[in-house]
């Protein structure tokens, strides 16, 4: 029992149900690896798509790509990492030795995965990953709150920093945002000078929402949101769209895109597949970019903005482990504003 830890397996495609709280062996570190003792993890809708068989992995498998804990044993060759000290986990995995990975760009990587997908995740007590994957969690910050960041922030930063250059004066549309990637995305459109119009399912969201820093919001069952946000900015539309609906809003999005605009997608919760007139987009040169998790000198940069306090986790629910089903309903449900973590111990 000593060298066995607990964890959340998921057994078969299904519902929040097929999640198996179960003990497992607890993993040993290999060279150039470190074995990191959890203390929380955060649940993802990439989590979701793993339970429900959309992604391909080898059952029984752990999810989970954001975690945080203390090193607790380090494999042959690791050095500059001292057990005990606090980390949080870079998701995203790649061969480390390529032209990207050394300039910090793993995510475009030919050998890219994410922690809990290609190799077993946080809904454990342990986890086994690179030491490159570690990066010392910010002081301030409690275990919850440097889980609860990782994959989201990084791929709302991703496409609004790195790849939409986002500026001071722009107007961001920010879809879901009671989501982990729509508190963050409207957190760092802010921090660098954007107005932000934020999109919610409910008043009570959108209200969140405005405490949060957006400038206006917008219940989007309430139909029209091209049309509100078009008379919101006089007819000329919004500079960034920042969207991880997917089909529903691809039209509408496109329509309330200025001249010039970006659109950024990095999720298709309602579907990938749609149609658009090509002509739209090149005559009013209009661009489209797809984006996923960033790297570890943008993982850096978001610790280091969280840690002096100008971004700030936004944690819904803390549960224990052994209800990572329960968080999934609620995940599910759409009844939660920010993120939803788990604990160990």
Partial sequence: MGRDMMAVRITRAGGPGVLEVARAPRPEPGPGQVRVRLHAAS???????????????????????????????????????????????????????????????????????????????????????????????????????AASFPVAALTAWHLLVTRAAVRAGETVLVHGAGSGLGVHAIQIAKAFGAEVIATAGSGDKCEAAIGLGADAALNHTLGDVAGKVLEMTGGRGVDVV??????????????????????????????????????????????????????????????????????????????PLEKAAEAHRRMEGRAHFGKLMLTMG
């Fill in 43 to 145: 649940v993802n809708h990439l989590d979701v798509w793993l339970r429900e068989g959309k992604l391909p992995v080898t059952l029984p498998h752990v999810p989970g790509s954001d975690g945080a804990g203390v090193a607790d044993a380090l494999g042959d060759g690791v050095t500059g990492i001292q057990p005990g000290d606090r980390y949080l986990i870079l998701p995203t995995l790649s061969c480390g030795a390529c032209a990207v990975c050394m300039a910090g760009y793993g995510q475009h990587c030919a050998r890219f995965g994410i922690v809990g997908v290609a190799t077993p995740g946080c809904y454990a007590e342990y986890v086994v990953v690179p030491a490159a994957n570690l990066i010392p969690i910010p002081h301030g910050l409690d275990f919850v709150q």
């Fill in 242 to 319: 920042f969207d991880h609906v997917g089909a529903d809003l691809f039209t509408a999005n496109l329509r309330c895109l200025a001249i010039g605009g970006r659109l950024l997608v990095c999720g298709t919760t309602t579907g990938g597949e749609v149609a658009f007139n090509l002509r739209d987009l090149f005559s009013r040169q209009q661009t489209i970019h797809g984006g996923r998790l960033g790297g570890r000198r943008e993982l850096n940069d978001l610790a280091d903005l969280f840690g002096r306090g100008l971004l700030r986790p936004v944690v819904d629910t803390v549960l």
